[in-house]
């Protein structure tokens, strides 16, 4: 439990390694560690500067937050708390930060931009402070990496997912939005495979090979798919249409079927490693399978 007496907005963040919680509120983020319960170190921002997002580190170590002063900071724990890294500065805000699975690429990646205009993704190296890469994306931007670090998929509301290298920033391959006529719900990280969902029927996603857009399994529901995400690996796909199912992908078999009594699923997150699935439903409760 953690004190939430202002009522203010708090996202939430458990580590790759399971052992610590991060909690960011607009003024502050707090570590802590989950076995004591206790707060480890406590991350303020001086004078009215705010904290727009905070992440961890895949080994747990660091996290990279990200300032409303255009900047995102790295940061590591030591004995005397939290020591600043590095610092990269921006020429516009910066809306989102995250490290690259690839612990040796000591990689973060950025995305800024004024409110509605065209974004800038950009690759920083942690260990020698310098800018590796940028290019343009659209407005609103996503980016996920594969589980090696090796591919970045941005994705966005309205533009076509593209692959890119990591390492580079090259563009690797671009994934229709609308496949066959159909909607486009989910993109594995490694962008080798693609969800999607008839519009003349919603209970049937099929997933597909993005390269070949070969048809490799239709995974039947009951109900119409509201969500539907791929796991780290790209082995996994979790669909929601009121109950949560876990799918294989290459089969399209069902592994399994997940329920809570009194309310409907409405999404769901792998975490790190796929091995567990975050569930959010329509109670307001959250579950961990």
Same mark, same amino acid.
């Given at each position: =439990?953690?004190?939430?007496? &202002?009522?203010?907005? #708090? !996202?939430? &963040? @458990?580590?790759?390694?399971?052992? &610590? %919680? %991060?909690t960011r509120h607009k003024d502050r983020v707090r570590v802590w560690d989950i076995p004591s319960r206790r707060v480890r170190f406590t991350l303020a921002p001086p004078g009215v500067t705010q904290i727009v997002s905070a992440e961890f580190s895949p080994d747990s170590r660091c996290i990279v937050a990200v300032f409303t002063d !255009?900047?995102?900071?790295?940061?590591?724990? /030591?004995s005397r708390g939290l020591l600043r890294l590095r610092t990269f500065r921006h020429d516009a805000p910066v809306i989102s930060a995250k490290?690259?699975?690839?612990? !040796?690429?000591?990689?973060?990646?950025?995305?800024?931009?004024?409110?509605?205009?065209? &974004?800038?993704?950009?690759?920083?190296?942690?260990?020698?402070?310098? *800018?590796?890469?940028?290019?343009s994306a659209p407005?609103?931007?996503?980016?996920?990496?594969?589980? /090696?670090?090796r591919r970045m998929l941005i994705t966005a509301r309205?533009?076509?997912?593209?692959?890119? /290298? =990591?390492?580079?920033?090259?563009?690797?391959? *671009? @994934?229709?939005?609308?496949?066959?006529?159909?909607?486009? !719900?989910?993109?594995?990280?490694?962008?080798?495979? #693609? %969800?999607?969902?008839p519009r003349n029927n919603g209970t049937a996603a099929h997933v597909w090979n993005?390269?070949?857009? *070969?048809? @490799?399994?239709?995974? =039947?529901?009951?109900?119409p798919v509201t969500f539907a995400r791929f796991s780290p690996d790209?082995?996994?796909v979790v669909t929601t249409d009121g109950t949560l199912r876990v799918w294989d992908t290459s089969s399209g078999n069902v592994s399994k079927e997940l329920r809570h009594e009194g309310t409907k699923v409405k999404s769901a997150e792998f975490s790190w490693q796929g091995?567990?699935? %975050?569930t959010t439903f329509e109670n307001g409760s959250l579950c961990v399978w």
């Open positions: =439990a953690f004190d939430n007496s &202002k009522q203010d907005e #708090v !996202r939430v &963040k @458990i580590s790759p390694d399971g052992e &610590k %919680l %991060l !255009r900047t995102a900071s790295v940061w590591q724990a /030591d490290f690259s699975p690839d612990a !040796r690429s000591q990689s973060v990646v950025t995305v800024s931009g004024e409110h509605m205009d065209e &974004k800038v993704v950009r690759s920083f190296s942690v260990r020698h402070g310098r *800018e590796r890469f940028n290019f407005v609103f931007p996503s980016v996920e990496f594969s589980p /090696d670090g309205v533009h076509n997912p593209v692959v890119r /290298d =990591a390492y580079t920033g090259k563009e690797l391959l *671009e @994934i229709p939005n609308t496949m066959y006529g159909q909607n486009l !719900r989910a993109v594995s990280t490694d962008g080798q495979h #693609v %969800l999607t969902v993005a390269t070949t857009r *070969e048809d @490799i399994a239709v995974l =039947a529901h009951p109900h790209g082995q996994w091995s567990r699935v %975050l």
